[in-house]
C-alpha cells in the first residue's frame, strides 16, 4: 500500500502515519518526491485503506496488490482450457452454446435440439429455474425442466447447461446439468459462489449487470477459492446510460480480462441486446475480439415462445450465423469445435 | 400496450399486428395521427412487447400499465406507517437506526448501544453475516452475532435489524431479529424474496446498487406479493461513472418513491459514500428531502473496527448530527421517534 | 403525442386534458383500455410533453414522432455513400483513416504519412488544435499543424481529416482539409454544428462521452438541416462506471445506428480504449459489427510521441492488423478502399 | 508518480524503466514491498503514464500530482467568497438566482422580476441564446433578450446572469450581464472558457452531464489561470442509468467539492430533476448539505411559457420554498442575502 501525504503535511503528521500503520503490523518505506512525501505500507496484513485516509495529512492511499490470485495470470500464465466431456472452451478453441431461453415442453426441446446438432452445435442451453423481474411472470418449469433437458441431450448427445440460483438446488442441478450457470442477479450471491467452489463441475458464470471487472474476476475467486478450478466467464452486457438497447456488450470486456486472467471468457449477446436482429452482429463482433465461445437463444418457433422469444434466433437463422462465425474464425487462426 | 406503426407502413402491416395481438387475445382500438397510426391493445394479458416490435412496419410498441400492484399509491392512497414495537417509520414518523457494520464483541455492542439508547436511538444494526467481495475477507460471527445483538438490544429495549443472506437462514433470523435487512447485492436474489413474503416481521429491502427504482419496487411487490405487506426501502446509493464518492446517493429517490409509493423510504448514507466525513451532510440532505428515516453506521472504536470503520462515525459525532437532524426535522414538521 | 390517464382519472380531469391540448392546437382520439383511458394528441404542434404530465390524472405522457427527420431512414432508405476524392464510406464500402494525435512537424508527418500510403491507406489524420483536460497541456500547433498536414498529404495524394474546435476557425480548416472532425466534447456545441451545415464538405462527427444514440443522430440533424447532407458518424466509447478501459466501445451503436439512419457509421478504438494492444481486437470487432469505416491512431515514434503515444500504433502493427482486417472483410462481403 | 512493477519483474525490467524515466527528466526512487517493486519517479516534468504502463513488466502507473492548482485549496485554504455588487456566494452566505429558463417578452420578465423581487431574491436569471437539442426548437431572443434582462433588472435593482455560448457572444454579454454562465454541454469548450479566463466578471460554470468532479475542477482550473478569479461552481444533475428523472442529482458533489476547492458550490434543481414537483425537495437537501446558492427557475406563468414550464416553479410555489429554505439556514447557521 503507498500512502500519498499532502503536500503540505509536516514532519509531525508523517510520523502518526508511520506510527498507524506500524502498530498495524507493517513496515514503512519513506520516499520523499518533488510535492508529495509517500509512505510504502510493507507487509502482507488486511487492512481498510479508508483507515489510513482519514488520518491527517493524508491525500490517497493507493492498493498496489491485487485482490485476486487464483484467477490471475500471474498465478498462472497459460490459458486454462475447459473440457466439459470433449467440446473446448479456451485457447484457440471456441465453444458454441445454443438453445432457449426456457425449457417449455419435451416437444419444443426435441425439435431444436435436433436442429441445432445437426448444424454442429454440441452444447445445448434451457432455464428450468427463471430470474423474473416481476413476481407475476412465468418461473420455469423446475426439475420437470431439467429432466427434460437432460434426456433430450443425451437423445442427442449433446451437453447441457442451466441456470441454478440458489444453494439448496445444487445437488438437484449435479444430477442433470454438465455446466452450471450463475445468472447476472447472482454474481455477488457469494453463499451461492462458496457452494460452487465445492462442486466439481464447470460452472459459467455470468457478469453482473454493474460489476467492474475487478469484482466479477473475485466472484470468480470466490469460486476457485473452494477448489473448483472451472469457471467460464460470461460477457452480457452492462446497464448503462443508453437505453436504445437492453444493455450495452462490452466488448472490450474480452481482451482486458484475457490479459489479466486465464480464464476462457464466452459472450451471450442475446440478453446484452435483447433483440434478435443485434444477435448476428454482435456474435461476430465478439469473436472477431477474440470470445472463447458464444451462448445463443434459439428457439424452434420464437413467435410462441413462452420468454424471450424476442431475442431468440430462428433455427435457420442460427445456422447461417453459425457458418459466417466459422468462416471468421478461419482467418483468426481459431476455431470452433 | 400501445403499438406505434412507422409513418410509411400500409394498410397491409397494420392488418398483420392487428391479427396478430388478436390472436394474442387483446382488442385492438386504431387511431390514426398525422404521422402515425397507434394500435392499442387492450386486455389483460401478459405478453412480451418485443414480440410485437419485431413485427414489420412497427415503429414502438409502449407498454402503459405499472408492473407493479401492491407497492403502488394506485392500489393504496395512503402512506404505509410500519410501527417496529411502537417506533415508526412512514408518513411524519422518521426513524433512527444506528450501530456498527458488524457485530464484533459483546463488549463492542454493549458499549455501542449503550450510548446510542441515552442518545435517543431505539434500533441496533449489527452485521452477523458480512458479503464481502473478497473470499479472504472478515465474513461475519454468524449466528453468535445476532445472539450478541439480541442480548444487547433486550439489556437496553431497543430494536435490531441485520442482513439475512439466504432462504435457509431465515428461521435462525426470526428468532433474534425484529427487522430484516435484504443487502444491496441480493435485491434481486428472488428466492430469497419470495421466502420473505412468508415471514410477518418487517423487512428493510435496499436498492441494488444499479437497480432502476422500478425495478427496486418490483423486488418489494415479490415481498408483498407473499402476503408480507411491511416493507421498508432503503436507498444507499447507485453506481455511476464517478468514482470520487464510492456511490452516488440518489437522493432524488425519495420524493419519486414517494410519489409512485406509500411504503417508507429510509436513507444509508454510510454505505452510500463510504467516507466518515460526508455522512453528515447527506444525512441532512436526505432528511430535508424528505426521507422517512435514516440507517447510519455507529462505533464505540471507528479506528479498531473490524470492517467499514472509515464510514463509521464515532459516538459523539453521531450525538452532534442526531441533534441537528433533530431540529431541522422541527422545521420540516416532521418528527424523529 | 399519447397521454396515459391514470386508471383512477374520472370524467371531469380527463375533460381537462382534452381542453388543455385542443388550446395547444392539437386534436384529441380518446381510447379507453383496460385500465387506462388513452388520449391521442393529434397535430405537428410542438409542446413539451411534460407540460401535460403535470396535469393531474395524467400517469405519462409519449412522446411517438421521431425528433429526428434529415438523418433517419424514412427520409431516406439507401444507405448514404460519402465519396471523399474516391475515397468511400457508407454501404459495402470501408473506409481507413490513420495518423498521429498530433501533428508535431513536417517529418513525423512525412514519414508517418509515407508508411501509410505504402499500406495502401488514403485518408490522413493528425490534430491541430487539441482539446485537452488541463490548461497546461500542449494544446497544437495551430494553422502550421494544418498546413504540415495539407503539404504532406499532397505529396502522397492522399486526403485529411483534423478536428474544428471552434466556430472562427471554419474558413481557416476549409482551405487545409477533406474532411472536418468534431470532438466528442463539441458533439452539442450548437452553434458549431449549425456554421458547419453551411460547409459543404464532409463532416465526422463523434459521439459525446455521455450523448445517446438519439442525441447524437440529433447533432447530426443540425448539420443536414443546414444543407449539407455529408455527415460520418463516429462511435468512439461512452463513459461507464466500468474504468478498466478509458471508455466503454459500444459497438451495438454501429447496426443500431444502421438501422435507424442511412448515414454511414465509423469507429475510432485508439480513443475508446486508451490503449494500443487494445486497438486490434476492437477494430476487428468494429468492422464485423458492420463498421463503415475505422480512425486509427499511428505514429512512427509512439514512445517520443508529444500525445496518445500510448495509444498510437507502430506502423508495422498498423500493417498487420490492416491486412487482418482486409481479410475478414472479404468474408463479410465489405470491401475496404 | 508512482510505477507499480509486476510481482515477478525481474532486474533487467526494472533498470528499463528506471532508464525509460530518467531519460524523460525524472529522478528514481525505489522501495521493495512484500509483492512487489515500486518506483517513484521524482521531478516536475510532465508525462502520459500510459506511456510507461506499456513498458514490459510494469503492473500500474499511479499519478500522485493533483493536476489542478489554483482552484485547490492546497493553493488557497481559505473560502473564496465571491461578491456580485453585493450578493455573496461562499462561505456562510448562501446566494439565491432565480428566473424563467427564457425571456420571452418584456412583460413576462417585468412580472417575474418584481414578484421575486418582493421576496428578497436579488439575483435574476434568464436565458437569451437557448442550446437545444433539436435544431427545429426554439433558439432565443438573442440580444433583444439581454437587453430586456437588463432594463427589468436595472428597474428592481437587481443582479443577472445569462448563458454564454461562444467566444464572439462575450463583448456583447459584458454589456448586459453581471455572471455569464457556462451551460453543461459547453463545460469542456475549452476556447470558450480560455476566453472567459480573461474576463473580469464572476463565471456560473454547471458541470457537465457527464464530468467527473475532477473535469469539472480542471474546467475551472481553465478559466483562472487566464486569471479570471470567479468562479462559481453549479452542480446541475449527471447522467445515470435511472431515466425516471430527467437527471440525478449528485448532491454528495457539494461536500466532496467544498473539500477539494475553494470555490463556492451552487445548485440548480430545476434541471437536474426536469419536474415541478421535485424542486422543492432538492433544494431543502442541497442547502442542508452545505450548498453555497441555488439557481431555481420561476415563471410567472409556466403554463404557457416558451420552454421549460413544466421545471418552473409558480411565484407563490417559490415564495413558500424560499421561507422554508431560509428557516432550514438558520438551524444549519448560514444565511441567505
Redesign the interface.
Known amino acids: 500500500m503507498?500512502i500519498?501525504m499532502?503536500?503540505?503535511a509536516g514532519e509531525e503528521k508523517i510520523q502518526k502515519v508511520i506510527d498507524f500503520i506500524k502498530q498495524k503490523g507493517f513496515d514503512a518505506?519513506i520516499?520523499?518526491?518533488?510535492?508529495?512525501t509517500?509512505i510504502?505500507a510493507?507487509?502482507?496484513k488486511?487492512i481498510?485503506k479508508?483507515?489510513i485516509?482519514?488520518l491527517d495529512g493524508v491525500?490517497?492511499v493507493?492498493r498496489?496488490?491485487s485482490?485476486y490470485k487464483l484467477v490471475s495470470r500471474?498465478f498462472k500464465p497459460t490459458d486454462t482450457i475447459i473440457d466439459v466431456k470433449g467440446v473446448k472452451f479456451g485457447g484457440d478453441h471456441i465453444g458454441m452454446i445454443a438453445g432457449p431461453c426456457t425449457v417449455e415442453t419435451y416437444e419444443q426441446m426435441d425439435e431444436t435440439a435436433k436442429k441445432l446438432k445437426s448444424y454442429g452445435v454440441k452444447v445445448l442451453r434451457g432455464g428450468a429455474f427463471k430470474?423474473?423481474?416481476?413476481?407475476?411472470?412465468f418461473q420455469g418449469l423446475g426439475e420437470e425442466g431439467l429432466k427434460i433437458l437432460r434426456e433430450v441431450a443425451d437423445k442427442y448427445d449433446m451437453v447441457v447447461t442451466s441456470e441454478v440460483?440458489?444453494?439448496?438446488q445444487i445437488p438437484m442441478f449435479l444430477k442433470y446439468v454438465d455446466i452450471l450457470q450463475v445468472g447476472a442477479?447472482?454474481m455477488?450471491?457469494?453463499?451461492l459462489?462458496?457452494s460452487l467452489g465445492e462442486v466439481r463441475k464447470p460452472i459459467l458464470l455470468k457478469r453482473?449487470?454493474?460489476a467492474?471487472?475487478?469484482?466479477w474476476l473475485?466472484s470468480a475467486?470466490?469460486i476457485m477459492?473452494?477448489g473448483n478450478r472451472e469457471v467460464i466467464l460470461c460477457e452480457r452486457g452492462?446497464?448503462?446510460?443508453?437505453?436504445?438497447?437492453r444493455n450495452?456488450?462490452?466488448?472490450?470486456?474480452?481482451?482486458?480480462v484475457q490479459?489479466i486472467s486465464h480464464l476462457p471468457v464466452v459472450v451471450d449477446p442475446s440478453h446484452?441486446?435483447?433483440?434478435?436482429?443485434?444477435v448476428a452482429?454482435?456474435s461476430?463482433?465478439?469473436?472477431?475480439?477474440?470470445a472463447n465461445g458464444l451462448i445463443i437463444e434459439v428457439h424452434n418457433s420464437p413467435?410462441t415462445a413462452v420468454?424471450?422469444?424476442?431475442?431468440s434466433l430462428y433455427p435457420e437463422q442460427f445456422k447461417e450465423l453459425y457458418d459466417?462465425l466459422k468462416?471468421?474464425a478461419v482467418?483468426?487462426k481459431k476455431e470452433f469445435n
Not at 31 to 36: F, Q
Not at 212 to 215: K, P, R, S
Not at 284 to 290: E, L, T
Open positions: 503507498l500519498v499532502q503536500p503540505n518505506h520516499s520523499k518526491g518533488a510535492d508529495h509517500v510504502g510493507v507487509g502482507r488486511v481498510d479508508r483507515d485516509e482519514l491525500k490517497e493507493i498496489i496488490s485482490p500471474v430470474p423474473r423481474t416481476s413476481p407475476y411472470a440460483m440458489e444453494v439448496a442477479r447472482n455477488q450471491n457469494f453463499n459462489l462458496k453482473g449487470l454493474s467492474t471487472i475487478e469484482e473475485m475467486e470466490y477459492a473452494g452492462i446497464r448503462t446510460f443508453e437505453h436504445i438497447t450495452t456488450l462490452d466488448i472490450s470486456a474480452i481482451p482486458v490479459k446484452a441486446t435483447g433483440l434478435r436482429d443485434k452482429p454482435m461476430k463482433a465478439s469473436i472477431a475480439a477474440g413467435e420468454c424471450d422469444g424476442a431475442q459466417e468462416a471468421l482467418v483468426l
